[in-house]
């Protein structure tokens, strides 16, 4: 097939009626139809918020990729627009990769991967190459005449020649860098560095960072800001083995807390840590807005577990909440956007319960935000139950005696379940979660974003209890619960 961004919009518009609602969101982006994956040239341009993402619209499948585009003022109600790229040229035939957004002279600049198949066997035979496209509207895109703008001849020696994606772009001291996801050919992810002084010229600075089998094999959508003081560097490492509690999923994502010398083209960092303690949330991008914050969205699924929208629902795919990234001592912290707030509506609130065993509450939803406080005392475990009927319902539990919050999906309805933890400290005796429930998505943030728990789940329509639990004795101090309608 000949793809086109006119036949992909056309394709949209046709076929847009067939979509099932059951498990659409409510205020988180997905594709208009078809397949999404991870989010692309996230950026803040001319007073709104630019959102593009991986994209096949035919199917609810991945497939060639082309970019999808949506604009939101603030981060909640998104618009689409036009298909922004399709896979339409013999150096991106095969897919128009993830690449990122950066304004230049009033225009708006994509630097994406052009994505090749070489040979009989597509995973292992293809090349990559990053690519340019310029838009004078933020609408419609054209493609550079002289991409690819940094071809396979600039891959240094000790980088995969195949494994050469997703450029994250952005300026510093008076020039364009790019970093690039990569491996060293050994199973060990890399981030290659490039310089520009207009976009179209490259010239490789370094390796600035290189990772050891526990950080998996290749390293995908790197992303590097900085954030007041420091460096952040943010890698998606996939078949990332499994430790303690954290990277189960495969494919996971990392952050190191650092510094960027671009002289030397080093990126020194002292540990890392996941973005989120989920399930499902990889290959994310940040964007810095107008008022100087730092927001990151991630792909709100995995690539490895099963999404049960592909049969009969003809989409697949969302994004998180936007959410906001601070520094707290040597860490990250990650908080969902302020403007969220601006949605609450029929709002309800049960304050100083003492609680032991299971209570349901008078409010119920598929769509809400939840605030919770509870006062361990010698409870063994509390929590909450969400999306409740029957014996259906999302478990979000903390265990005082080992520090431990899981999110449990087990019974939540149909497709992918288990179980994740993470260990967060209680404050003065009290565990406080802000938990945001659309429709098939579940996001939970512990102690002010000190962790985030993200996963997907799939519920029947009269799952919309809310219960509270304890086994022992505890105090929820205070529950706070909003509609949230956009
Ligand atoms: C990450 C990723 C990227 C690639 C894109 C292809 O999820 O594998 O490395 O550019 O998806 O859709």
Same mark, same amino acid.
């Given at each position: %097939? ?42 803040y341009y001319k007073g709104k918020y630019h ?20 604009v939101s003022r ?8 036009? #298909? ?42 293809? =090349? ?10 933020g ?47 050994? +199973? ?39 954030? +007041? ?10 078949? %990332? ?14 952050? =190191? ?32 807005d107008s ?8 792909? %709100? ?23 906001? #990234? ?27 319960? +003492? ?15 939840? +605030? ?80 985030? %728990? ?33």
């Amino acid at each position: %097939m000949n793809y086109t961004k006119e036949k992909a919009d056309l394709f949209i518009r046709q076929n847009k009626a067939l979509l099932r609602d059951d498990y659409r969101l409510r205020f988180h982006l997905m594709s208009e139809y078809g397949w999404m994956n991870d989010p692309n040239g996230f950026i803040y341009y001319k007073g709104k918020y630019h959102l593009f993402y991986q994209h096949y619209p035919y199917r609810p499948y991945w497939g060639p990729m082309h970019w999808g585009h949506a604009v939101s003022r603030d981060l909640v109600a998104w618009e689409y627009l036009p #298909v922004a790229l399709a896979p339409d040229r013999d150096y991106d035939s095969d897919g128009c990769f993830s690449g990122s957004a950066v304004e230049r002279d009033g225009k708006l600049a994509l630097l994406y991967t052009g994505h090749i198949v070489t040979g009989p066997d597509n995973k292992n035979d293809y =090349m990559q190459s990053q690519c340019l496209a310029l838009s004078d509207d933020g609408v419609h895109f054209e493609k550079f005449a002289g991409n690819p703008v940094i071809p396979v001849s600039q891959i240094p020696e000790g980088a995969s020649l195949k494994d050469f994606r997703d450029p994250k772009v952005f300026e510093r001291n008076g020039c364009y860098y790019t970093v690039i996801g990569s491996n060293d050919g050994k +199973e060990r992810g890399i981030v290659l560095l490039y310089r520009s002084t207009d976009l179209k010229q490259w010239d490789f600075v370094n390796i600035i960072a290189q990772g050891d089998s526990r950080l998996g094999a290749n390293w995908e959508c790197p992303d590097l800001f900085p954030l +007041e003081d420091q460096d952040v560097l943010i890698i998606s490492p996939e078949r %990332m083995p499994a430790q303690g509690n954290d990277y189960h999923n495969g494919n996971s994502t990392v952050y =190191m807390l650092g510094r960027l010398d671009t002289e030397e083209g080093k990126f020194r960092y002292d540990s890392y840590e996941p973005v989120d303690c989920g399930f499902d949330f990889y290959a994310p991008q940040t964007c810095e807005d107008s008022t100087g914050r730092r927001i990151i969205v991630g792909w %709100m699924e995995n690539w490895t577990t099963e999404i049960p929208t592909q049969q009969d629902h003809h989409w697949a795919g969302a994004m998180t909440l936007p959410r906001e #990234v601070v520094v707290a001592g040597d860490k990250l912290h990650f908080l969902p956007i302020e403007e969220i707030k601006r949605y609450r509506q029929s709002p309800y609130e049960v304050t100083d319960v +003492e609680l032991d065993g299971e209570r349901m509450l008078e409010c119920s939803g598929d769509c809400y935000e939840l +605030e919770a406080v509870f006062e361990a005392l010698d409870a063994e475990e509390f929590g909450l139950l969400l999306r409740k009927h029957g014996q259906e319902e999302t478990v979000v539990a903390y265990r005082p005696s080992e520090q431990l919050v899981r999110f449990n999906r087990d019974r939540s309805g149909i497709g992918p379940q288990g179980e994740r933890r993470t260990n967060v400290a209680l404050q003065n005796g009290r565990l406080a979660l802000r938990i945001f429930v659309d429709r098939s998505s579940v996001e939970v943030f512990v102690q002010e974003g000190e962790k985030v %728990m993200t996963g997907r789940i799939y519920p029947g329509a009269q799952s919309v209890g809310i219960g509270v639990f304890a086994r022992g004795m505890c105090r929820l101090v205070s529950l706070r619960k909003w509609d949230i309608r956009v």
